[in-house]
Structure formats: structure tokens, C-alpha cells
């Protein structure tokens, strides 16, 4: 099993609809958790951390948590065209020295 | 503040030669990772550094080699580059470590680096 799983994509969502984005992983040590987007050709770009069970909400997303099933989630409400980008996921790990581990992204594409 | 600085942004070496990706940062962070990235792949992480002087490897070290001499400071070096080592190079860099939840923890990451090796 994969550390980080998350679907691939692409996710093609219409302008103004909520897109979700899934993401598991097998640490149960895990404590901190964070979604970056990655625009093609770009860096990683922190969008949300979450550390607690719930929802977090910050503008037009949300994140939610849930570590007995061993996910986490991105919401984005009222997609747009410049939504359109990879969302990464990250989770630190326990296993061996802390780090982050990441999954491949699921590409989202809004579409106008 | 600049944040966190890589230079160069592209960079083509042939088989065997050698050369240093440069980062730093502005943000008086500990904590500095070097990633590489694959097309389609997510991050793996090559070393960290936990502070000046204080250097680990990652998952994905064998090719490469850190060094931490300041703060502010993280350069990578390829020793005889290969084929396999055509990625783009991340440089991200944190106030708290992993582990440190809700307490800066966050990565920040650098413009990146793309490099072919021919």
C-alpha cells in the first residue's frame, strides 16, 4: 500500500460547482496534514494544514479530517478556471525520521 | 521577503558532469529539504537539514550530496550526473519540523530548478 493515495484524474469539474479531492494515507502516527496546489510548471503552493478531526475552513476552501478512517479531503466551492491545477497532498510520517511524504496530485481542470 | 531562492531555473548537463543547485531562504527557518519531482510523480525528498551544521537523508539520496554551512543556505550537489537524475529540483524550507504540529510546520517552497542530463 502506498503511503499517500490519491486519484490521478483528471477531475473535471463546471465553473461554480464544488470540486473534492481525496486523499489516504497508512500512517496512523500521522498529526499534521496540508494541501498545496501546483500549477503546471510552478512550485508547490500551501493552500490549507489541518491538524485536528473536522473541518477547516479558510475562503472558498475547506478541509476536512478524519484519522480513524485515515483520510483527509479538499473542498473547493464555487470552482474557477484558475482552480484548474494539481492539488498535492502531504502527510508527515512517523515511520523512521519525521517527514513529509506526498502524493502524485490529482489534477483538477474547471471547466468555463 | 524573497522567501525561498533557487537558482539556476534550468540547467542541461551532460553524463558525468557535476553541479550545485543553490537555495536559500530569508526566513531565519531551521528546517530546509531538498525534493526532487518526475512528470506525472509526487515529491521525493533527497535531505533535509535540521539546522546549520546538521544534515539526513531522505528517501532518495544515492547521487547526491548537502551541505549546511548557514542558515540561511542549502546547497545540493550532483556528483556525476546520470540520465535518472532529469527531474525538477525543490527546495522547501520550515520553521518547525515534522512532527511539530500546528506550530509552523508548513513547507515553503522554492521556484524550483529543472535539469536534464543528456
Known amino acids: 500500500q502506498k503511503e499517500v493515495e490519491q486519484n490521478s484524474g483528471p477531475l473535471s469539474v463546471p465553473e461554480g460547482a464544488i470540486a473534492s479531492l481525496n486523499c489516504t494515507y497508512s500512517?496512523?502516527?500521522?498529526?499534521?496534514f496540508f494541501w498545496y496546489r501546483q500549477y503546471s510548471g510552478k512550485s508547490p503552493e500551501l493552500i490549507m494544514s489541518?491538524?485536528?478531526?473536522g473541518d477547516k475552513e479558510d475562503g472558498r476552501f475547506t478541509a476536512q479530517l478524519n484519522k480513524a478512517s485515515q483520510y483527509v479531503s479538499l473542498l473547493i466551492r464555487d470552482s474557477q478556471p484558475s482552480d484548474s491545477a494539481t492539488y498535492l497532498c502531504?502527510?508527515?510520517?512517523?515511520?523512521?525520521?519525521?517527514?513529509?511524504?506526498f502524493g502524485t496530485g490529482t489534477r483538477l481542470k474547471v471547466l468555463a | 521577503n524573497a522567501g525561498v531562492t533557487q537558482t539556476p531555473k534550468f540547467r542541461i548537463l551532460k553524463i558525468g558532469q557535476s553541479m550545485t543547485l543553490q537555495c536559500t531562504q530569508d526566513?531565519?527557518?531551521?528546517?530546509m529539504y531538498w525534493y526532487r519531482q518526475d512528470p506525472g510523480m509526487g515529491l521525493k525528498l533527497i535531505y533535509y537539514?535540521?539546522?546549520?551544521?546538521?544534515?539526513d537523508k531522505g528517501e532518495v539520496p544515492n547521487g547526491y550530496n548537502v551541505s549546511r554551512s548557514t542558515t540561511e543556505d542549502f546547497p545540493l550537489r550532483l556528483e556525476l550526473a546520470a540520465p535518472s537524475q532529469t527531474s525538477v529540483y525543490f527546495c522547501?524550507?520550515?520553521?518547525?519540523?515534522?512532527?511539530?504540529?500546528?506550530?509552523?510546520?508548513?513547507?515553503?517552497f522554492g521556484p524550483g530548478t529543472r535539469l536534464t542530463v543528456l
Open positions: 500512517d496512523r502516527g500521522s498529526q499534521s
Open positions: 526566513m531565519n527557518h531551521n528546517y
Open positions: 522547501a524550507s520550515s520553521r518547525a519540523p515534522p512532527g511539530a504540529s500546528g506550530l509552523y510546520n508548513e513547507q515553503f
Open positions: 537539514s535540521v539546522g546549520a551544521g546538521i544534515t
Open positions: 489541518i491538524y485536528s478531526n
Open positions: 502531504a502527510v508527515e510520517t512517523t515511520s523512521g525520521t519525521y517527514k513529509y511524504i
